[in-house]
């Protein structure tokens, strides 16, 4: 089975930074995505982590640590346009989808 | 590159009709296609997979005979909701595994979706 966890919402400050945890047990593992979505959109891919470590692009980062079934997303200068549902997602070939996490950007 | 096309994008039906969405991958071909569904407030929940040539793989507690799938060809799978009833509406996603042309592998591409209303 599946069990993939996040916060529900997080609240920050335009220029602050968040960071989004996601833990997992899954039945099998093939890597990890990370998705924004805004509502009524469908989600955009933001990242993807298969080793351990760190990934950057650009404001945004994702952490994968597999012994430990643990995920962050860190937003940097966040923006407002930043206010979303970010959604972790845990792959072995079928993607299995968190809640989602809402983040909202306030001035 | 990577583009996947939902048509519909939107749907108002009586109950009891039939609603038949497409999702195509616009510049790569997808052997695999992925049908999921999500409710207000929810996350996606993955309904069936869809393979070029061969029958889909439903997830449990969704009705294949209910919701019928397609995939005739590399850059087309039909979603079919036949006797669409109020609790099926809903927002439906499609995704394409990257397989080739401008896809990369090991990643999912999400057409925008399609808003159906049963009324």
Excluded at chain 2, 60 to 68: A, I, M, P, R, S
């Amino acid at each position: 089975g599946q069990n993939i966890d996040q916060p529900t919402e997080m609240t920050a400050t335009e220029g602050a930074i968040v960071q989004i945890n996601c833990t997992y047990q899954t039945s099998g593992f093939n890597g990890l995505f990370w998705y924004q979505q805004h509502a009524g959109e469908a989600p955009t891919f933001l990242s993807y982590n298969v080793l351990d470590g760190l990934e950057e692009k650009g404001r945004f980062s994702s952490f994968l640590s597999r012994s430990k079934g643990y995920s962050y997303l860190l937003l940097k200068e966040l923006q407002m346009k930043d206010s979303a549902s970010y959604l972790c997602a845990v792959t072995d070939y079928k993607l299995s989808f968190g809640a989602g996490t809402t983040v909202t950007v306030r001035a | 590159g990577a583009v996947v096309s939902q048509h519909p994008s939107w749907v108002i039906c009586k109950s009891g009709t039939s609603v038949k969405i497409e999702c195509r991958s616009l510049d790569f071909q997808a052997t695999t296609m992925f049908w999921y569904r999500q409710f207000p407030k929810q996350s996606l929940m993955l309904m069936a997979t869809s393979n070029e040539g061969s029958k889909a793989t439903y997830e449990q507690g969704v009705e294949k005979d209910k919701f019928l799938i397609n995939h005739a060809s590399l850059t087309l799978s039909t979603l079919t909701v036949t006797s669409a009833h109020p609790e099926d509406s809903s927002f439906y996603i499609c995704s394409a595994d990257g397989t080739s042309g401008s896809a990369a592998t090991d990643t999912q591409y999400f057409g925008p979706g399609t808003r159906l209303t049963v009324l």
